[in-house]
């Protein structure tokens, strides 16, 4: 049986205990242990400190993640030098234990109510992090990023002003050009699933236009009325857009098509579809064509589902707020890899389908993950909580979302405003 399923992503979004993503929290909830393995068999834990980590979805997470990248540097490494690996290593994980377990019991630790559980928690977090950012970064060296600058939305503000809450602009999505030279910026519907007006932004000058008209919102919207825009395409600086009209007041997703074009200069309404995109139209909401037999995760629970020939990928909710990421082969057909583990924010994960690649916000920053070889390299100037919006077909710009002023690596203060920020990236093919 071959079913569709609609393309997510869009954002309104040895021997050793090597015990996630997402900012440090003492709130974090479990999710089912069958998903979340530790690097270690927890059936065979008796140390207190090993308990806890069994016990607490998030740590087993850390744990593992920690554990896979302890063992690429260690797989690069002989004699001498790999001995001194596993030492370190051992005495990290005494250093942890001492620090954020003490002498105190499971039963202590565990105690959701007690201010040790949390301390012991927030200290497992800190720890882990940090040493996920050092190994991590010795298993791979991060992408370089140039910071070339900050989207400024206030003209969306001053347009779409119902869009601002807190003084931000709701943004339903951001796709670069081929090259980095351009952003389209998609607003979200206020009465449907989806976006209803395109925004096109020049990187060089910040210069800001609107492509599609603003979406009419009387009660009975005129027939020739954007409802919804469905699709995009680029051709060198011009950006084309197809739009859903309302038409005979149907619910807006079915209705007759517009056609626009715009470049920073002026947008145009097309009399007709333009040949100069014809194959190179990217769906908005999109779907991926599967067989049955081939997924076999809880199909209820997937959030996005994303795939090309070798490979799918998929997010799935696990209740408690917290969402896995997954992949596998598709020919032959592979057992699901768990690339990821944290909260919502996974949902903004970017697959480059042309090479197998994915971009995720992890808790050491935003990463890029190799489905081939399962390689993880961070992205230089991302940190805890920053989100991918969009990276470029040849792999030279970043755009994402982050609390800190661009480029910086620390802990954001969560009231600051969001910032959207663009980067060359160094080395990103």
């Known amino acids: 049986m071959i079913k569709r399923a609609r393309i997510g992503g869009l954002l309104f979004f040895a021997g050793l205990a090597l015990s996630g993503a997402g900012a440090v929290s003492s709130t974090a909830q479990p999710a089912p242990s069958a998903t979340v393995p530790a690097s270690f068999d927890c059936t065979r834990a008796t140390r207190a400190a090993d308990r806890f980590i069994c016990a607490n979805a998030a740590l087993r997470w ?38 954020c377990a003490a002498d105190r019991s499971f039963a202590e630790l565990n105690d959701p109510a007690s201010w040790v559980h949390d301390q012991a928690y927030d200290c497992m977090m800190i720890v882990y992090l940090g040493r996920r950012q050092t190994l991590g970064d010795r298993a791979a060296a991060p992408v370089a990023t140039r910071v070339i600058g900050e989207i400024d939305l206030t003209p969306i503000a001053r347009a779409r002003p119902k869009l601002v809450k807190k003084g931000q602009v709701r943004v339903a999505g951001m796709r670069l050009s081929p090259d980095g ?51 995009f395409a680029w051709r060198d600086g011009t950006l084309f857009a197809v739009a859903s009209l309302w038409g005979d007041g149907s619910e807006g997703e079915g209705g007759p098509q517009a056609y626009y074009a715009a470049t920073v200069a002026g947008s145009r309404r097309l009399p007709d579809r ?156």
């Open 62 to 99: 850390q744990d593992l993640a920690l554990s896979r990248s302890y063992r690429a540097v260690l797989g690069r490494l002989t004699g001498p030098a790999r001995a001194a690996l596993v030492a370190e290593q051992r005495d990290w994980v005494g250093d942890r234990d001492r620090r």
């Open 181 to 231: 030279s351009h952003v389209a910026i998609l607003l979200p519907s206020r009465e449907l699933d989806g976006p209803d007006q395109l925004w096109l932004y020049r990187v060089a000058d910040r210069k800001l236009i609107a492509v599609t008209p603003r979406p009419d919102m009387r009660a009975e919207h005129p027939a020739d009325a954007v409802a919804l825009i469905t699709s």
């Open 274 to 429: 333009p040949l100069e995109v014809q194959d190179q139209w990217e769906s908005v909401t999109g779907g991926l064509v599967y067989h049955e037999d081939e997924f076999s995760d809880d199909v209820d629970a997937v959030q996005s589902l994303r795939g090309n020939a070798g490979w799918l990928v998929w997010t799935a909710d696990r209740g408690h707020g917290t969402l896995d990421l997954h992949i596998r082969t598709r020919k032959p057909l592979g057992t699901p890899y768990l690339v990821a583990w944290g909260g919502w924010e996974l949902a903004s994960f970017l697959f480059d389908d042309a090479r197998s690649r994915l971009t995720y916000p992890a808790g050491v920053g935003i990463v890029r993950f190799d489905m081939a070889t399962r390689a993880e390299r961070r992205i230089a100037g991302t940190w805890r909580g920053d989100l991918p919006y969009a990276v470029s077909a040849d792999q030279g710009t970043l755009l994402w979302a982050t609390r800190n002023n661009c480029g910086e690596e620390h802990e954001a203060d969560p009231n600051a405003p969001e910032r959207f920020c663009i980067a060359a990236m160094t080395g990103g093919r």
